[in-house]
């Protein structure tokens, strides 16, 4: 069961890899910088928060450099794995291009850890089962819910979902 849960992943870190990084005005560009120094320096230190209470970073974005921005604001893609609940770089929104990889053993138990947030901004589900798929659709509390496919980032007309939407811009 756990082979069969995670073998998703390398190939997950093999396509986040290939994600151009560069000034988000040029041609080809998946991911530009963030928005100011502060906000880097956060990413980054809620990245190592998470390696130093336990989670595994199989594709660490942090020490990226962009030719021709050396000095700019760029976060990497970046996946963290064994992300439990209860982690720094799971409770706070992190505001950057990092997925945090949380397991469940059972459908209610995921449900119970996407409800549990209290952010609740969107979540993906990625299964074979069509009753899953409805069943979590129908039961998570979420502003966008993706079933096999990602969520999309939020557009200007998304209204942010729980207390996202309450909280002053902490970037």
């Known amino acids: ?28 560009a998946d991911l530009g910088p963030v928005i100011s120094p502060q ?4 990413i980054e230190r809620l990245i190592q928060s998470g390696v130093d209470e336990g989670a595994s970073l199989p ?14 604001n ?9 992300v439990k609940p209860n982690m720094e770089c799971y409770r706070e ?32 589900i990625f299964t074979n089962s069509g009753s899953a798929a409805r069943k979590f659709t129908n039961e998570v509390d979420v502003g966008q819910i993706g079933v096999n496919v990602p969520i999309p980032v939020p557009l200007p007309m998304f209204s942010f979902h729980r207390i996202s939407g309450l909280l002053p811009w902490r970037c």
């Open 93 to 124: 929104e992190i505001f950057g291009p990092v997925l945090n990889i949380i397991e469940a053993d059972t459908m209610d138990e995921a449900i119970g850890i996407v409800n549990d947030n209290p952010y609740g901004n969107g979540c993906a």
């Open 74 to 82: 760029f976060v990497g893609p970046t996946i963290m794995s064994g």
């Open 39 to 42: 906000s880097k320096a956060r």
């Open 1 to 28: 069961w756990y082979q069969r849960r995670v073998r998703g992943i390398p190939e997950l870190v093999e396509r986040a890899r290939k994600l151009k990084v560069t000034a988000g005005d040029q041609p080809g």
């Open 59 to 72: 594709l660490d974005g942090r020490n990226i450099s962009v030719p021709g921005y050396e000095k700019g």
